[in-house]
């Protein structure tokens, strides 16, 4: 028995039949075919502060928010405000505008870890650049990247990632030549030794270490202090250079992201649709030395039409503005400690083997009894059965987390106290199937 009957899908499932003939696997990125979970794809119609709304008119909390970007919630008024005035002057124009200044300005002036930036529309994006512009300032033509982290799927970092791939079940894709994939040096998170093995053996050759400080595509593979300073240092020995993907840690653990966190000053940084409020925006910055290789001042090309686009601007304005209030992070984060705390103790009480790892608003289920789990290969996959008991239980209570265990979830300044009581009774009994099955 689930104990509750399952919500009505009639709605998703006739979009869902259509839309199988028009986008392989029915969707437009993977994750969302709900393929390792029960049940269709839900087709969501509207959202609203923290709750989201299916086309057949299913209520939930979301801990989604978009896969993280929404960090105000959904609709926020100052967001769609400032959406809708600059809207009204037209929507592209391929030339510079005031409001590319104006963003660049709020990041630059409130992130002591870069000094330079440039917009694209995406993380994967920001990240493929940032790897350009690392091989092209060093002269090298190796990267060293982890096991679980993912960075987008450009071709030379779809090895070993995490993210879909893992939900999968692949470690790589079809369609990256293998000698790309050679570029590429995977090795595990929290290994040291794996690392200075690495560097021993392609010495002068690794452009760059790319990691995500806070690993959070293969579940949230938190890494100590000492092990990024340890990157950084053996970055510096070797004139490699250290990128922080902050595509999800930026503007989420702090306004200076992980970099701020840590303490630690990685040589680029890539961020993504956070800085966007939604809409499709990733940036990458480094020192004005490093940025100075960017074509047209450099030798490294890259460019985008839609690239600091006046709409998606707007919203990064109105969204990063509103970050910056005093208290927000703390708020925030307080929030999400009490939540994730208080589901902790209740599952301990129980001996349910389940630990809450979290990090600011960023939070992740673990079907286990490790105290800590720094590295992929630390993932019971069996655990996923257990997530996809949970992640029906829990859609059937209005709550909606993203369709893999393998994901975070994240929590919005728009959940209040009440909806996190809400969602917390929900889980609890959630985790009663889950665990007395
Ligand atoms: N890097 C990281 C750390 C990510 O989490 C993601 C996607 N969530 C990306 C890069 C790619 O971003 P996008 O999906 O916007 O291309």
Not at 236 to 247: C, M, W
Not at 374 to 386: F, L, N, R, T, V
Request: aromatic share 10%; net charge neutral; proline share 4%.
């Amino acid at each position: 028995t689930t104990g509750k009957p399952d919500i009505s899908r009639e709605k998703s499932t006739e979009l869902y039949e259509k839309s199988k003939a028009f986008f392989p696997g029915g969707v437009n990125s993977p994750v969302r075919a709900f393929k390792s979970v029960y049940g269709t794809p839900l087709f969501i119609a509207k959202g609203d502060g923290c709750h989201i709304w299916d086309a057949d008119g299913n209520q939930f909390i979301d801990f989604c928010c978009s896969w993280g970007p929404l960090i105000l919630g959904h609709n926020h008024p100052k967001v769609r405000e400032k959406v809708t005035e600059v809207m009204q002057n037209g929507m592209s124009f391929g030339a510079p505008t005031a409001l590319e200044n104006e963003l660049a300005e709020l990041l630059l002036k409130n992130n002591k870890f870069i000094k330079k930036l440039r917009f694209v529309s995406s993380g994967t994006e920001a990240v493929m650049s940032a790897i350009r512009l690392a091989r092209g300032y060093t002269k090298r033509d190796k990267i060293l990247k982890f096991e679980g982290c993912y960075h987008g799927h450009s071709d030379s970092l779809l090895v070993k990632a995490g993210s879909g791939l893992v939900t999968f079940g692949e470690t790589s894709s079809a369609g990256v030549p293998k000698s790309f994939a050679d570029e590429t040096i995977v090795v595990g998170l929290n290994d040291i030794a794996a690392l200075d093995k690495a560097f021993e053996e392609f010495k002068d050759q690794i452009a760059a270490i790319i990691i995500e400080p806070v690993p959070a595509n293969n579940g949230l593979l938190l890494q100590t202090k000492e092990y990024l300073q340890y990157l950084r240092e053996i970055c510096t020995k070797n004139g490699t250079l250290l990128i922080f993907d902050e595509v999800i840690s930026g503007f989420r653990v702090g306004f200076e992201g992980a970099a701020g966190h840590y303490g630690i000053q990685p040589d680029i940084i890539t961020y993504g649709k956070i800085i966007g409020g939604g809409l499709p925006v990733g940036c990458y910055g480094a020192s004005v030395e490093i940025m100075g290789s960017i074509s047209p001042d450099g030798p490294v090309y890259q460019a985008g039409t839609l690239s600091g686009n006046p709409v998606a601007m707007a919203a990064g304005i109105a969204q990063l503005t509103e970050l910056l209030r005093m208290g927000f992070y703390r708020d925030l984060n307080n929030k999400t400690e009490e939540f994730t705390e208080s589901i902790q103790r209740f599952a301990t009480a129980r001996n349910y083997k389940f630990k809450v790892f979290s990090i600011g608003s960023i939070f992740w289920f673990a079907y286990t009894d490790k105290e800590t789990i720094s590295s992929a290969e630390e993932i019971d996959p069996a655990s996923m059965e257990k997530f996809k008991i949970m992640h029906r239980e829990l859609l059937n209570r209005g709550i909606y987390l993203g369709p893999s265990g393998y994901e975070v979830g994240f929590i919005s300044s728009a959940h209040t106290k009440v909806d996190l009581e809400k969602a917390k009774r929900a889980i609890f009994e959630s985790l009663d199937l889950v665990f007395r099955k």
